[in-house]
């Protein structure tokens, strides 16, 4: 992948990002800002917008427009030399399907979407296709179409792959801090935990994280909610990091002002993905034979949520 006459970190890569709500407009931002050809493809409010405009990235330092390719077509991805796929969990079959007949051999897949078996059923579908896993820690919200706000963080980690040390460099070198991993699945599970922890609590109150963890009371039902999660992976074998219960406390300290993504689709009548987070874990559950009745409640109370919201017409 790497020419001869170009060193790793100063060749141009043609990226594509597949769903390209906030989390893939932040980054496809950073890639395009540092010099990649990037394409973002995603709905035709915000590509109308990115296209008149610009993608406006808001941070706490700078608020400019960045020149980026939009497009509302998953043939977009057609030649691209990474593909950041970031649509809901909900839809990866779908999406899947629509990208492979334009997807090139040399074309690596990185899945930077919620869950923790993605990329497995990724690969169902588009094996042989290169297909990695990727764990996001960023807080990102549209603001508008074509508009995304940074709130902190943005780093990556990435499962080993063909192209992973070069994929590393680039994107390290274009701000985005990324590690690969041998083994990605404790961290993918580290993530599910804290998003399961955080992300339907933050959707019910329709608060931010910082605001959860000052409550009485919020941190003995977060307690309760990660020691499920950690039951059925260790049930599942899965060896979880040894710094987990820091780095669940540590999202509250990095990202007070965040909403969730769940609590941004429920307040924009979106379904959610509740039931790849919370819900795999009552999943798994109830085939490893751990009882998750904290988790169950949740995703129960989402759904509910998700229900009221689409009859009122929210």
């Known amino acids: 992948m790497t020419s001869s006459a170009h060193s790793p970190a100063s060749r141009t890569l043609s990226i594509a990002v597949l769903g390209a709500g906030s989390v893939g407009c932040y980054f496809g931002a ?112 549209m603001a508008g179409p074509g508009h995304v706000r940074h709130f902190g963080r943005g780093e990556l980690v990435i499962a ?22 041998d083994d990605v699945r404790p961290a993918l599970w580290q993530k599910l935990i804290i998003n399961c922890v955080y ?9 931010p994280y910082g605001w959860l963890v000052a409550q009485t009371g919020t941190a003995a039902v977060m307690r309760d909610i990660a020691n499920e999660c950690k039951a059925v992976a260790q049930a599942d074998g899965v060896e979880l990091p040894t710094q987990i219960d820091e780095a669940i406390a540590a999202i509250a300290r ?20 509740i039931d790849h987070l919370n819900g795999y874990v009552v999943q798994r559950g109830q085939a490893l034979g751990i009882a998750t009745p904290a988790n169950r409640l949740l995703q129960l109370l989402v759904q509910m949520k998700q229900v009221g919201a689409a009859n009122t017409g929210l």
């Open 199 to 207: 992300n339907a609590l933050s959707a019910l109150t329709q608060q």
């Open 30 to 141: 950073l890639l395009a800002r540092a010099g990649h050809v990037v394409t973002l493809i995603g709905r035709e409010s915000h590509v109308q917008a990115i296209r008149e405009h610009g993608l406006r990235l808001q941070t706490a330092e700078q608020d400019n427009h960045i020149p980026v390719t939009a497009s509302t077509s998953a043939r977009a991805v057609a030649g691209a030399d990474v593909v950041l796929f970031c649509v809901k969990s909900t839809d990866t079959e779908a999406a899947a399907v629509q990208i492979k007949p334009y997807l090139t051999p040399h074309t690596q897949v990185l899945s930077l979407q919620n869950g923790v078996d993605n990329d497995e059923r990724m690969r169902s579908i588009l094996d042989p296709q290169p297909v990695a896993a990727t764990v996001v820690y960023v807080a990102t919200a």
């Open 254 to 273: 990095t990202m007070p002002g965040q909403l969730s993504s769940t609590a941004q689709d429920l307040a924009r009548g979106k379904s959610t993905e």
């Open 160 to 181: 080993s792959c063909p192209q992973g040390s070069e994929i590393a460099q680039q994107f390290s070198a274009a701000g985005i801090p990324t590690q690969l991993s």
